[in-house]
C-alpha cells in the first residue's frame, strides 16, 4: 500500500500543479517510485476568445473524472458514488508506487466548494493532507490568520492528518505599468523569508512548514508563443517565438530617446502598429545584441513591405512580431488576465520548475518519505542526476572552461556557480563575455572565475617547454601553441592550477584530448583513455563504453576498458554487472570478433575478481530477463546488466546513438576514464543542461 500525500490549494494561484510536479520530482530524485494522481480535472483557464488555439492544454491525466460529471452527479445527490469512483481510479492507478501525490481541486469563482470536495477525496483516500499557499498581499499576522481558517476546513492544525503547509510564490510582486511580468528589480522585498519560518502556526508538533519556494521569474516566464495563442495573434513574424520567453512587458507610446532603456532582454514590447519610431529602434536595438523578447503590435496596424525591409535583418535574427485587433488598453486587459500556466509541452520550463520546487522542499521531510517508502528502486535518471549535482557540490572542486565566450557555456558556468555544483573558471576578455552575458540575460554570478588568457599566457611558456622538451618543441612554437585556449587550460590543469576540464562545445574531439595526452597523460596503472556514456532509460541509468574513444581495441585493452567502466559505475551510484557484448552469447558462435570478447572477459576476470562480470553476450540476452533465460541461464550479469562494454568504436557509438534517437532518450558523456587527471569532452550540439552535468561529472573524478 502506498503512502499517500494529497496537496490542497489555500485560494487560487497558488502553482499546486507545479508544487506537486516538484515534490514528485524530489521524490524521484531520492530513489522512491512515486506518482502523481488528480482525481478530478479542471478546465485550463487561458481562454480568451478562441478556445482551439487560446487554451493552454494542461497535463493529461486520463484517470481524473471531469469536473461537469462530478457537479452533476452531486447535484443529483450522488456524492457517495463520486467518491467510489475516485476511490476505484486510485487504486487502479496507483499499484506498484510507494507513495502517491494528489493534487486537489482548486476553488475558483465558480467552485468555491473546492474544499469539503478535496476534504472528502482526502479522507476516502486516506491520504495525509498538505497545504499550499501564497502569501500574496497579506502582512505576516494576516496570512497566519488566514492559513489557519484554511486548516480548521480538514481538522485545524492538530489533525495529525494535517501534516504541514508550503508556501509558493513567496515574495511575489503586484502586477504594475510593466504589465503581468515586472523586472526582477521590481520585486516587492518588504517580507521577510524567516519571519515566515518562525510562524507560530509551526510550533504545532504535527503541523510542519514543509516547504518555502520564493517567487522567482524564471519559473512563470511564458513562451512568446503562448502569447501569441492566447491572444489568437497574427504572426508578422515568426522569429524565434518558440523559444524566446517574455520576462516583463512594456506599454510604448513615448518617445524613442525614452524608450532606450526599456529596451531590455526577455521584455515583450506593446505599440501600437503605427508607431515606425517605435518598431524601427526596437529592431535595432535586436540587432546590436539585446534580445528583445518580442514586438506586439495593437490597433491592428502593420508595418509596410518598406518598414519590413528595412528591419529584415532583425526579424532574420529571431524578433518575433505579432499584432492583435485591439487598442493599447484592451491589449494590457487581456495581458494582465493571462495566467502563466505551464503548457504542457513547455518541457523547458516543466523541468526547471519541477527542479527549483524540489530544491526548496524541506530536506527532513522529504527524508521521511524516504523512511515510508518500502523499497528502492534501480537508481531513476532524476535520482542519477540529483545525485551528480550532490556529489559534485560535496566535491568543491575548480573546473575550467576554455571555450569562455561560448553563450552555452556561459550560462552553464553561471548555473553552477550559482547552484554550488562546480566552482568554474571561464577563459576568455572580461568585457567579451560580460556584453554576451547581457545581451543574453545571463546574470554572472559573483563566484564565477573569469581570466583572460592573453594576460597570462606567458606564464605556462618555460613549464611547456619542459614538459615537452624531449619532443624537441622550441620557445617560438610554445608560444604559438599557447594561443589555444585548450592547450593553455591543459597546461593549468597539468601545473594543479585547476581540478579539470570541459570542453568540446566549440571544439573537436581530437583538440579537447590530444593536448590531454601529451601533457597530462594517463593515470597510473592505466594502459589507455577510453569513454562511457550514462544513458538515462525511463526507469534506470546504464552505462555504454568505449563509444567515443578506441576504435579497434585488442583483447587487454577491451577487459581495461570494462574495469575502467565497472569503477566509474560504482563511483556514481550504479551498481557495477558488466556485459563483454558480442553478436553471440556465451559459445554459440565462433570467429575472430568473438574470441576477443571471450578472452577480455577472461583477462577482466582475472584482474578483478571483485567484480561481476560475464560474456561474451548479445545484447538482448544481456538487458532482457526472458531472452536471459534462454539464451544465458545462470549467468550473474544477462537480463541485469548494467554496464555494457562494446568489442569496438563502430559497434558502440553506432548503438548508443541508435538507443537515443530511435528511444529519445538524454545521454550524458563522453566521459573520459584513465587520464592522470580528469578531461572531458562534449558534444559540438551540447545544449546547456549537458555542459551543466558534464561539469558535475568532471568535479566527481578528481582524486
Not at 476568445?49 to 491525466?61: A, D, M, S, V, Y
Not at 519556494?213 to 508578422?236: E, G, N, S, T
Not at 622538451?469 to 589555444?484: I, S
Not at 540476452?621 to 533465460?629: D, F, K, L, Q, T
Request: aromatic share 4%; proline share 6%.
Amino acid at each position: 500500500m502506498s503512502y499517500r500525500i494529497m496537496l490542497v490549494p489555500v485560494g487560487f494561484g497558488v502553482g499546486l500543479t507545479s508544487v506537486a510536479l516538484g515534490l514528485l520530482h524530489a521524490c524521484q530524485q531520492k530513489g522512491i517510485k512515486a506518482g502523481h494522481f488528480k482525481p478530478i480535472s479542471q478546465p485550463a483557464r487561458n481562454v480568451l476568445k478562441h478556445p482551439k488555439n487560446g487554451e493552454t492544454e494542461p497535463l493529461e491525466f486520463s484517470h481524473a473524472i471531469p469536473l461537469a460529471d462530478v457537479e452533476e452527479k452531486i447535484a443529483d445527490g450522488l456524492h457517495d458514488v463520486v467518491l467510489e469512483e475516485i476511490v476505484a481510479n486510485f487504486n487502479a492507478y496507483s499499484e506498484g508506487d510507494e507513495v502517491m501525490i494528489i493534487e486537489g481541486l482548486i476553488p475558483t469563482t465558480r467552485q468555491p466548494y473546492a474544499g469539503r470536495i478535496n476534504h472528502d477525496v482526502a479522507q476516502a483516500l486516506g491520504a495525509d493532507i498538505v497545504l499550499v499557499a501564497n502569501p500574496q498581499n497579506d502582512d505576516i499576522a494576516q496570512f497566519e490568520d488566514r492559513l489557519e481558517v484554511s486548516a480548521d476546513t480538514y481538522g485545524g492544525i492538530k489533525n495529525k492528518r494535517l501534516i504541514g503547509c508550503i508556501l509558493n510564490k513567496v515574495n511575489s510582486p503586484d502586477q504594475d505599468e510593466h504589465g503581468l511580468l515586472p523586472r526582477e528589480s521590481e520585486i516587492d522585498p518588504k517580507k521577510d523569508l524567516h519571519a515566515f519560518i518562525n510562524l507560530s502556526l509551526f510550533n504545532n508538533r504535527y503541523f510542519d512548514l514543509l516547504g518555502l519556494v520564493p517567487w522567482q521569474i524564471d519559473m512563470v516566464a511564458p513562451r512568446v508563443i503562448d502569447i501569441c495563442h492566447y491572444l489568437d495573434a497574427k504572426v508578422i513574424n515568426e522569429g524565434d517565438m518558440q523559444h524566446r520567453r517574455i520576462r516583463s512587458v512594456t506599454f510604448c507610446a513615448r518617445s524613442v530617446d525614452n524608450l532606450v532603456s526599456h529596451l531590455i532582454p526577455g521584455r515583450l514590447i506593446v505599440t501600437p502598429g503605427d508607431r515606425t519610431d517605435i518598431i524601427i529602434a526596437t529592431c535595432l536595438s535586436a540587432l546590436n545584441g539585446t534580445k528583445v523578447g518580442a514586438l506586439l503590435l495593437t490597433n491592428g496596424f502593420e508595418p509596410n513591405s518598406e518598414v519590413l525591409s528595412l528591419c529584415r535583418q532583425a526579424l532574420d535574427n529571431g524578433l518575433p512580431i505579432l499584432s492583435v485587433p485591439w487598442d493599447t488598453w484592451q491589449t494590457s486587459r487581456h495581458l494582465m488576465n493571462f495566467n502563466p500556466e505551464v503548457p504542457k509541452d513547455d518541457g523547458q520550463r516543466h523541468d526547471r520548475v519541477k527542479q527549483y520546487v524540489a530544491d526548496h522542499l524541506n530536506v527532513d521531510w522529504l527524508k521521511h518519505l524516504s523512511d515510508k517508502a518500502s523499497q528502492v528502486n534501480p537508481l531513476s535518471p532524476p535520482a542519477f542526476r540529483h545525485q551528480l549535482t550532490e556529489l559534485a557540490r560535496n566535491a568543491n572542486k575548480l573546473i575550467i572552461l576554455p571555450e569562455g565566450t561560448d553563450v552555452r557555456t556561459i550560462k552553464a558556468a553561471a548555473i553552477c556557480a550559482k547552484r554550488k555544483i562546480a566552482r568554474c573558471q571561464l577563459l576568455g576578455n572580461l568585457d567579451e563575455i560580460s556584453r554576451i552575458a547581457d545581451q543574453q540575460g545571463i546574470e554572472l554570478p559573483p563566484g564565477l572565475m573569469i581570466t583572460d588568457p592573453d594576460t597570462i599566457r606567458e606564464n605556462y611558456v618555460a613549464p611547456l617547454l619542459e614538459l615537452r622538451k624531449h619532443k624537441g618543441l622550441t620557445e617560438v612554437v610554445a608560444r604559438e601553441e599557447l594561443k589555444d585556449n585548450v592547450v593553455l587550460a591543459t597546461m593549468m590543469l597539468q601545473l594543479g592550477q585547476v581540478d579539470g576540464l570541459v570542453s568540446g562545445a566549440v571544439n573537436t574531439t581530437a583538440n579537447t584530448i590530444r593536448p590531454a595526452l601529451q601533457l597530462i597523460k594517463t593515470a597510473p596503472g592505466s594502459s589507455l583513455v577510453s569513454s562511457i556514456f550514462f544513458m538515462l532509460l525511463p526507469d534506470q541509468v546504464l552505462v555504454y563504453g568505449d563509444c567515443a574513444i578506441n576504435p579497434e581495441p585488442n583483447a587487454q585493452q577491451l577487459a581495461d576498458i570494462a574495469i575502467q567502466s565497472a569503477d566509474s559505475a560504482a563511483q556514481f551510484g550504479i551498481t557495477p554487472k558488466v556485459a563483454m557484448i558480442s553478436y553471440s552469447t556465451g559459445t554459440s558462435g565462433h570467429g575472430a570478433d568473438v574470441e576477443k570478447v571471450a578472452e577480455a572477459t577472461r583477462l577482466a576476470q582475472e584482474k578483478r575478481p571483485d567484480l561481476v562480470i560475464d560474456g561474451p553476450l548479445q545484447y538482448d540476452a544481456a538487458i532482457m530477463e526472458n531472452v536471459a533465460r534462454k539464451k544465458a541461464p545462470g549467468s550473474p550479469v544477462a537480463g541485469k546488466a548494467t554496464v555494457f562494454i562494446f568489442p569496438d568504436l563502430n559497434t558502440g557509438n553506432t548503438t548508443y546513438k541508435a538507443v537515443q534517437r530511435s528511444a529519445d532518450l538524454v545521454s550524458i558523456g563522453p566521459m573520459l576514464q584513465g587520464m592522470n587527471k580528469p578531461v572531458n569532452d562534449l558534444s559540438r550540439g551540447a545544449l546547456v543542461d549537458d555542459i551543466v552535468y558534464t561539469i558535475a561529472l568532471t568535479a566527481i573524478q578528481v582524486k
